[in-house]
């Protein structure tokens, strides 16, 4: 196994049985991340800001339901672009009944 975080290429060949043989080679990055996971949460007032690790250049949407069984997972405010190390987001305490969040990271 690869212990995370790293960064390993990979190289894929590729080769068939048809008249030519033919066959081709590629280099592939693969990044290995630890398992996703909120970093840290701080309470002010009624905002709770949530943050988690995350790769710059990615997308990543929160999303919430009230039932942790049973709904659909809606998206909790706008999509959020990491523009580095790590990504945050406001919760207003005060809008509501309990939620359940989750953090997607976008294709």
Do not use: Q
């Amino acid at each position: 196994g690869v212990t995370p975080p790293s960064t390993n290429v990979v190289t894929v060949r590729v080769s068939d049985d048809g008249v030519p043989s033919l066959s081709a080679t590629a280099a592939v990055k693969l990044i290995v991340l630890g398992a996703p996971g909120f970093g840290s949460a701080t309470l002010n007032g009624t905002t709770l800001t949530v943050s988690w690790p995350a790769i710059a250049g990615r997308t990543y949407r929160l999303v919430s339901r009230t039932n942790l069984t049973d709904g659909v997972w809606e998206p909790y405010g706008a999509d959020l672009p990491a523009a580095g190390g790590s990504v945050s987001a406001d919760i207003n305490t005060a809008s509501g009944p309990h939620r359940f969040f989750r953090v997607l990271a976008l294709p």
